[in-house]
């Protein structure tokens, strides 16, 4: 089984680093690191391997304490996962929801930096309709709980979705409540998936941030040069249809596969090096998107296994520009974490690109 340590990339908006005071995420490199697999490495390692990457910020699935200990006095920002298997349960009262918040936040703080917690993953994009029902008396219930600890300052309750524009209808009383206490709106944007789906129809230079002739959207009478913008302005768009243009979008995951089956279009490592690079260029110009140009950005299938940026001997398969990073070999175009010497390299199997961005 493969592990799955993911890049991504934590940029806020002013309002967002607002609603968590001074203790607001920073703004810089993260990771996201799923632990179901059964070649994993000692935490221990992966505080290391972080902290020789300058990386400042991680989302873990879960809140494993194991995990949560060894991050302690690092300086490393967390957000740590409540899974869609708890939510019934944090939905029934907030006895439930305090008992997890005390075990699995509480006890950590201050020395384990949880910044966040994050309810399930891409609940209404999914089929079960109980999620649906209980995502909303779950997210209360813990903020509840937060807010009882007087923890809700320093601590950010979210949910991260993707199908924005499908599923807002359905998810306005969850939209009030995050309204209410200044969570802005999370969304999986991914042009990797747009184009491998219809790859007959969607030009691959307008997926990867390359020349192209563009999309001209009549509506809004706005031009388009890459489907990452047009993704967000998307969730944009339909937040004003219900009511909410004044909440924030922030993307909580984006990348590119770099390896994939063989009916996964555009799946190789050019093109993850091609995509990952540019949005980094992208976000680097602080600029918004053409609906919100103000909001601007501060500094299963075998392809889902394979957005990497590493290799499992812990070098990067490409090169988008990290610091800290030196190159592995004279021989070699990898490149391997500068201060880690080879007793210590770590062998991470599956690494992906990621942002979190707010727009």
């Avoid at 703004?27 to 070649?39: E, F, P, Q, S």
């Avoid at 949005?279 to 140009?293: A, D, E, Q, S, V």
Wanted: no cysteine; hydrophobic share 40%; charged share 20%.
């Amino acid at each position: 089984m493969l592990s799955s340590f993911f890049l991504w990339l934590l940029l806020f908006s002013p309002l967002f680093s607002h609603v968590l005071g001074d203790k607001a995420f920073t703004g810089t490199y993260g990771v996201k690191y799923g632990r179901i697999a059964d070649n994993l490495h000692p935490q221990e390692s992966v505080v290391t391997l972080l902290k020789a990457a300058k990386i400042k910020n991680i989302r873990i699935y879960d809140a494993g304490h194991k995990l949560l200990r060894a991050f302690k006095g690092s300086g490393i920002e967390i957000v740590v996962g409540l899974g869609n298997e708890f939510l019934k349960d944090m939905s029934v009262g907030e006895d439930k929801a305090m008992s997890w918040v005390k075990e699995n936040v509480q006890q950590f703080l201050p020395g384990t930096k949880i910044r966040g917690i994050a309810l399930g993953n891409e609940i209404l994009g999914g089929t079960d309709m109980e999620l649906w029902q209980v995502l909303l008396p779950a997210a209360k219930n813990v903020y509840n709980a937060l807010s009882k600890l007087d923890l809700a300052k320093d601590v950010q309750v979210s949910s991260p979705h993707s199908e924005a524009e499908d599923v807002l209808p359905y998810m306005k009383p969850l939209l009030q409540f995050f309204s209410q206490i200044g969570t802005p709106f999370f969304i999986n944007a991914y042009p990797f998936l747009a184009y491998k789906n219809d790859p007959q129809h969607i030009d691959l230079n307008y997926a990867l941030f390359l020349k192209n002739p563009g999309i001209y959207d009549a509506k809004t009478k706005l031009h388009y040069s890459n489907m990452f913008e047009a993704q967000v302005d998307a969730a944009y768009a339909a937040l004003e249809q219900v009511g909410f243009d004044k909440m924030d979008v922030i993307v909580s995951e984006t990348g590119w596969a770099s390896h994939g089956d063989g009916n996964e279009a555009g799946a190789t490592i050019k093109n993850a090096r091609t995509y990952n690079g540019n949005l980094r260029k992208r976000l680097l110009k602080k600029k918004g998107t053409p609906y919100r140009p103000k909001k601007v950005v501060k500094p299963g299938p075998m392809s889902e296994r394979n957005f990497g940026l590493f290799k499992a001997d812990g070098s990067i398969a490409y090169d988008i520009g990290f610091t800290g990073l030196v190159p592995s070999s004279s021989t070699s175009s990898f490149l391997s974490f500068k201060g880690i010497g080879s007793s210590s390299m770590m062998a991470f199997t599956s690494f992906a690109a990621f942002l979190f961005i707010a727009l």
